[in-house]
């Protein structure tokens, strides 16, 4: 598996046309394919990653369909005001095509950005951009840090399958909020 190709340091707030957004699927799903190498098949609905220098990481698996996988992946901490995850990305893969889009609730099919006078087309694409750069920023950071998924690291599988309500993780380095 090639490695993708770096980002701009700095890069734009939103893309000029809809092909820089896509080529910024690609990308992520290359860093994906390398966080989560059993991608094409994954053997579990939930695991958890952990790291020496990060906090657990936690992928869950909500849709499977015969050419994408809905999948979230998400940090927990605990502070004073309770469980928190964050961030929570929401993650649509495509195996077919090979990419990897950072969802939203609210979504704009992609071809209503074809038309870039529209400018709500624009919004739309500014929006994607951010977050997938985001996601693309997390992903190399995450694989920096040691995380993966691979059957070769033996993820820890979570026993619900949903995410438990609470937690006592606590990210190295850090004192928990409760004082324990």
Same mark, same amino acid.
């Given at each position: 598996m090639?490695?993708p ?40 609905a939930?695991?958890?990653?952990r790291?020496q ?19 979230? *992946? ?16 929401w993650?649509?893969?495509y195996q ?5 889009e ?21 919004h739309?694409?500014?929006?994607q951009w951010?977050?997938n750069? *985001?996601? @693309? ?8 840090s040691? @995380? ?21 993780v ?6 928990p909020?409760?004082?324990?």
């Amino acid at each position: 598996m090639s490695e993708p190709a770096p980002l701009l340091d700095r890069p734009r707030l939103a893309p000029r046309h809809l092909a820089q957004l896509i080529d910024l699927y690609e990308r992520n799903y290359l860093l994906l394919v390398r966080l989560i190498p059993d991608l094409d098949d994954l053997p579990y609905a939930q695991a958890l990653s952990r790291s020496q220098s990060d906090c657990p990481l936690h992928l869950q698996v909500s849709a499977r369909d015969r050419y994408t996988l809905t999948l979230r *992946l998400s940090y927990e901490f605990v502070d004073e005001q309770g469980l928190r995850r964050q961030p929570d990305l929401w993650l649509r893969v495509y195996q077919d095509a090979g990419v990897v889009e950072a969802l939203q609730c609210e979504q704009r099919p992609p071809w209503r950005a074809l038309d870039e006078r529209d400018p709500a087309a624009r919004h739309y694409l500014s929006a994607q951009w951010r977050r997938n750069v *985001l996601l @693309h920023k997390w992903l190399q950071y995450l694989l920096e840090s040691g @995380h993966g998924f691979g059957m070769s690291a033996r993820p820890r599988l979570l026993q619900n399958t949903v995410f438990e309500e609470k937690s006592d993780v606590v990210c190295p380095g850090k004192q928990p909020a409760h004082g324990g």
